[in-house]
Structures are given as structure tokens and as C-alpha cells.
């Protein structure tokens, strides 16, 4: 079987998995919505309307977490027999690449979901809304790639969660931090070109958390 044949049918499994198992879809759902609804009671219902840095930093830290809860699991629910029957079926590239497109996926779907929402009850002060999208974008894939890989090394350390909140941190704070800068400025309906280091800096760190993912999780793998 080849890489992609593999990819294919490990996405297909993850998704299936998940339609089974549909009350942590729910749950991911519910915790943006019950989030999206305080922020609404906190600013609106007090007659305080939310200004835009604040909407753009409490939009991304609702997804941050959500990304933490989505992701987390990915090797967690994973048991030690299972393990042992990918390793007579496919290759351990195969495994961490697919888990980090299922989760990209995943998490694009509840961005995409949490954005409208929130845009519904807290208004929408974006001006460019297709640099905002692509910041969403950026951040739904750079979430998944990083949280996916120390998911994968916090499994073989006893899914030790302290574990994943201080590798995945040196990672997961700078890209954050860009990521509200490139949507503060889709806000302001700034010129896309003053994003383009970003953008381009954030795509870098991608392919290389992806390519380290790829490299080294066949070594984290025979332990």
C-alpha cells in the first residue's frame, strides 16, 4: 500500500471513528457556542459593545483552547493494541500525516463554525474578510500540525498533558501572536502586502512542523 493509499484510509477511519463517537464532536461545538454566548452576556447585555482588538483577541483565544481540546485526543484514545496493529499494517509517516490532515480538517470546520457564531451574536468588524479567512486558515492548520506532533510525543510519556502544554507552548505563543496581527490588520482593511511577512513566516512554520513531524515520529514510533 502506498503513502497515499495509506493517508486515505487512516482519514477515512478517523472520520468514522468520529461519527461514532459523536457526543466529542458535540462537545467541541457546545464549548464554542456556551464561550461565544458568556462573551455575548458579558459585553452586549451590559450595553458595552465590544471593540475590535478585543473581539479579534477573544476569537483566537476561543479557538486556541478549542484546538487544545480537538487535538489533545488524537493520540490519547489511541490504546497500546492499536498501536501494535498499525505497525503490521501501515507506516508510521502515514499515521502522523494523516492525523495531522484529519485534524486540519477538524479544526478548519470548527473555526469556520466558531467564526460565524461569533460573528453573529458579537457583530463582524472585519473589513477584509478573505485575509481574515486566510489567517483562519494558517491558524486551523498551524494549531493542528503542532498540537498533533506533541500529542504524538506526550502518548509515549503516559498522555501526560503537563508534558504537552510545555512543548507545544514555544511553538503555538509566537504563532499566535502572529496570527492576531495579520487578522487585526484584516480588520482594519490595512494593505495585504503589510501581512505578507506573516503570512509567509507562518506557512514556514508549518512545512517545517510538518517535515520534523514526518522526520522524526518513526524514531518516537519504534519506542
Request: aromatic residues 12%; positive net charge; hydrophobic residues 50%.
Amino acid at each position: 500500500m502506498g503513502l497515499i493509499q495509506e493517508i486515505q484510509s487512516l482519514i477515512y477511519k478517523e472520520i468514522l471513528l468520529e461519527w461514532r463517537q459523536r457526543y466529542a464532536l458535540n462537545g467541541m461545538l457546545l464549548y464554542i457556542v456556551s464561550t461565544v454566548l458568556i462573551c455575548y452576556m458579558s459585553f452586549n447585555l451590559r450595553g458595552s459593545a465590544m471593540n475590535p482588538p478585543t473581539w479579534n483577541t477573544v476569537y483566537w483565544i476561543i479557538l486556541l483552547f478549542t484546538s487544545v481540546n480537538a487535538v489533545a485526543k488524537s493520540f490519547m484514545q489511541e490504546r497500546y493494541g492499536r498501536f501494535i496493529y498499525y505497525y503490521t499494517l501501515v507506516s508510521p509517516q502515514g499515521i502522523i500525516l494523516s492525523k495531522i490532515v484529519y485534524n486540519s480538517l477538524l479544526m478548519l470546520l470548527l473555526a469556520l463554525v466558531g467564526y460565524g457564531f461569533y460573528s453573529l451574536m458579537l457583530s463582524n468588524p472585519v473589513q477584509d474578510h478573505l485575509l481574515f479567512l486566510c489567517s483562519i486558515l494558517l491558524g486551523a492548520i498551524g494549531f493542528s500540525t503542532t498540537l498533533t506532533m506533541v500529542s504524538g510525543i506526550a502518548s509515549k510519556a503516559g498522555n501526560n498533558s503537563v508534558l504537552m502544554a510545555i512543548l507545544s507552548f514555544p511553538v503555538i505563543i509566537p504563532m499566535l501572536l502572529m496570527l492576531m496581527k495579520v487578522s487585526k490588520n484584516a480588520m482594519d482593511g490595512l494593505d495585504r502586502a503589510s501581512s505578507s511577512d506573516e503570512i509567509l513566516t507562518l506557512l514556514a512554520i508549518n512545512a517545517i512542523v510538518v517535515s520534523l513531524s514526518y522526520v522524526l515520529f518513526p524514531y518516537l514510533w519504534r519506542s
